[in-house]
């Protein structure tokens, strides 16, 4: 457990040495506290972390092009990352060598590694080339290909539970006993485009966000009563507040949903989203557990006039014993090349937050 003293007097603690351009994943290992990153300055960093909230470089290792996703084996010995450059790499952490495992024909945005049935550990990739595919490590060549209906936007694995989400804002959901039959796809029940999907870790239902400042829980088991979505990442336009509002109330600042992290034990989880901040949600009792707002984060200040709002929250993850939340700020191009921070002012920033248990905890059940 972490000691009192990981915990900062006002803030959370900053990862020493984070990368210099957007960072695109964020993955602790699920055996130890070290923390890998990847950003689109091509690199996958790895850091080791302390029970003081200090960091340090540990290792690094590269892509061709700018890195998308990551994820590590079960037992915490080969990290997983996929590019720009088409390719996944395995880097092992004992020798610290990375070595091509997979490969598509356009950049691949989603890698998972999952226990498949009958077939044991599997790595599985989606890709902008409308593919997903299954890899055995021990061959170059992929053991099965599944035509998705566009390209891959997000995509996360628990158990049995594989689902992928595409730019046609189609989610699919695949069983790994059957891992190459599509088990079900719907339209997402958001009206916008998808950012991030996210498994339950009971392997039962999934968590949607997307563009709009919207999530959507689903269980694909048939049980569509359980379904339903909220609304989060907004903020009221008081009609008449300050120059410019409208003149209509009713009117908000909304922002997408760009990360969505899972408490493994509690089930609990938190969104990240463009305004840059970070809420704690029970999805299964439908409540708001805790929200850290931008001002919060000391990442700018919604009750100014106008708001402020910070650098995007781009991706999280809960290191393996759920005591640290790793929270990663940048720019995330929602603006486009107009929203580029100028030359060397680099505003990306990897956060370390030590959890409460208040903040992850589920409510109880209802008596």
């Not at 359980?226 to 907004?234: A, D, E």
């Not at 949903?257 to 999805?283: A, E, M, P, R």
Request: hydrophobic share 35%.
């Amino acid at each position: 457990m972490l000691s009192s003293a990981f915990r900062a007097p006002a803030k959370d603690i900053e990862l020493s040495s984070p990368p210099p351009d957007s960072v695109s994943a964020l993955a602790f290992s699920p055996t130890a506290d070290v923390l890998a990153v990847a950003s689109w300055d091509n690199n996958v960093r790895l850091y080791d972390v302390n029970s003081q909230g200090q960091s340090q470089g540990k290792a690094m290792y590269s892509h061709q092009a700018p890195v998308l996703d990551l994820t590590w084996s079960k037992d915490g010995q080969f990290l997983f990352s996929a590019g720009c450059d088409n390719t996944a790499q395995m880097y092992n952490v004992q020798t610290q060598q990375a070595q091509q495992v997979a490969q598509h024909d356009a950049p691949i945005k989603c890698i998972e590694y999952a226990e498949v049935p009958g077939s044991g550990p599997v790595l599985i990739t989606a890709g902008w080339d409308k593919k997903l595919k299954y890899w055995d490590l021990r061959s170059p060549n992929p053991i099965a290909t599944v035509d998705l209906s566009d390209r891959a936007y997000s995509m996360d694995v628990a158990l049995t539970l594989l689902v992928v989400a595409t730019g046609d804002r189609q989610i699919h959901v695949i069983n790994l006993s059957t891992p190459t039959a599509i088990f079900k796809t719907i339209e997402s029940p958001l009206k916008w485009q998808t950012r991030v999907v996210k498994c339950f870790p009971t392997g039962d239902a999934y968590a949607i966000g997307s563009v709009e400042g919207r999530v959507a829980i689903q269980y694909p088991g048939g049980d569509e009563k359980k379904n339903y979505s909220f609304k989060c990442h907004r903020y009221d336009i008081p009609a008449g507040t300050m120059p410019g509002t409208p003149s209509v109330s009713g009117s908000q600042h909304v922002f997408a949903i760009n990360t969505i992290t899972f408490h493994k034990t509690q089930y609990t989880f938190c969104t990240g989203g463009s305004d840059g901040s970070l809420t704690f949600w029970d999805g299964v009792a439908r409540t708001k557990l805790k929200t850290f707002s931008c001002k919060d984060l000391s990442n700018g200040d919604t009750d100014a006039r106008p708001p402020q709002f910070g650098t995007p929250i781009v991706a999280s993850s809960f290191n393996h014993t759920h005591d640290i939340l790793a929270y990663a700020f940048s720019y995330d191009w929602s603006k486009g090349h107009g929203g580029v921070p100028p030359q060397g002012a680099n505003t990306t920033k990897v956060m370390l937050h030590p959890v409460k248990p208040e903040e992850v905890n589920k409510k109880p059940p209802k008596r």
